[in-house]
């Protein structure tokens, strides 16, 4: 399954209709729990679950499919590509030293299968509200926010990549 992509957009969407998250800056990664294993697969269909040992060992441990950005801090603290850079590629025993030098977090935004029940048909609100009751160990559901021009100003003042609407 390939995930959504976000389009650069001229203006802020306002209205009931809309919800706004801060877009990461990191990789995108669909998630596939299931029968005491966690497959990690890139934008490009690829698997990637060997470069993020530190992903795997903390996710949740029941049956899901989930959508979302693998991210890793700059020394400001902020989420930076450069920062995963060297362990894009990395596999293996060379990912896990990595991995203790560079964490990565996953930030999850989107619940796509639960317990065997597909949920594409369902809307992103109630999709969403499903994810925030669920315990994902390490694994962390970012803020939603109602007020889309109130975050792409934080973003800003921060220094983040920008809001996803």
């Known amino acids: ?13 306002v209205g009931d209709a809309w919800t706004h998250e ?4 990191g ?13 990690l697969t ?4 690829n698997v990637a679950t060997t470069a993020w040992p530190d ?6 441990d029941r049956d899901l499919l ?3 950005e693998i991210i890793g801090l700059n020394d400001d603290g ?5 920062t995963l850079a060297e362990r894009i590629h990395a596999r293996g025993t060379a990912a896990a030293r990595l991995a203790e030098r560079v964490p990565a977090t996953y930030m999850v935004f989107d619940l796509l299968r639960l317990d065997g029940r597909l949920l594409l048909n369902r809307p992103l609100a109630e999709r969403r509200e499903m994810l925030e009751r669920l315990d994902l160990g390490g ?9 889309g021009r109130m975050l792409l100003d934080a973003t800003r003042q921060q220094g983040l990549e920008g809001v996803v609407s």
């Open 1 to 13: 399954m390939r995930p959504m992509l976000a389009t650069t957009g001229d203006h802020v969407p």
């Open 22 to 25: 801060v877009k990461w800056d």
């Open 27 to 39: 990789v995108r990664i669909i998630a596939e729990v299931g029968e005491g294993r966690t497959v």
């Open 42 to 45: 890139t934008r490009n269909e």
């Open 55 to 60: 992903v795997t060992a903390v996710g949740p």
């Open 66 to 68: 989930v959508d979302g």
């Open 78 to 82: 902020l989420p930076d590509f450069r």
């Open 139 to 147: 694994w962390q559901v970012p803020a939603a926010y109602d007020d």
